[in-house]
């Protein structure tokens, strides 16, 4: 029996939460595989690790501190996974994201198609409309959009991830230096490094809707103190940790114009809005 830990962090949103979960317990699990879920609680006032647990009891809720945001609670939740077994594969899920019934067995069987131990992306749709792919495997013009083939991919969106327990025993977890975003893009271009590629599924194998456009640093009915709070805030575009990011992976020059251009997007976001 092959056994696959699901990693899923959450804050304030038991229902979105609950969903997700409802989906997951649909999904087609193929024989001589097993589900673990492991849930990291971010300390969520309305209750949603109470509700998680008196629908759920079998899932291995985890308590955050309240600051954990998606990066630093999907690295607890991974951690508390590999304390606990010593698992084949580990899933990552994000909590907005539904998954058809078939999203596991599409999962691993691009897995037996692909190189040995490759990370799988599953791709996601609109809520709305099969056709409209929303997150999955990226590359040099964007997001991989599915045709019925296994593309390889440069990194990708955290939404629903397969990785086999060689590239976690080999390059370790999350980059705990960020706290929301950056985590899934730098985990994708550090496995590839090493030496492990990245794999997307051919179809999709669930749904979530896009975050909003634009975000609260490039409204302009905003006040420019505000625009900037939120430019440096988790849910943001960190400045600092997309320094590190670039400065990590790109060249110095590169890491300062990006660091530049975010400041002079958040003073004249008209200009982005235009493009």
Known sequence: MKKIAVLITCFNRCRITLSCLDSLAKVDIPSGF???VFLVDDASPDNTAKEVIGKYPRVNVIKGNGDLYWNRGMYTAWNEAYKTFDYDFYLWLNDDTLLHENALENLLETSKKVELNSII??????MNDLESITYGGRNRNGIIIPNGISKICDNFNGNCVLIPKIVFKTIGNLDYYFKHSFGDFEYGLRSRIKGFNSYVTPSPIGKCDRN???PNYLKSEITLFKRFKFLYSPLGFNPIESFYFNFKYKSPFYT???FLKLHLNVLFPIIVLKK
Not at 121 to 126: A, E, K, L, M, P
Request: charged share 5%; with cysteine.
């Open 34 to 36: 097993s589900l673990d």
């Open 121 to 126: 992306v599953g791709t996601i749709c609109s």
């Open 212 to 214: 909003q456009w634009p």
């Open 256 to 258: 300062i114009i990006v």
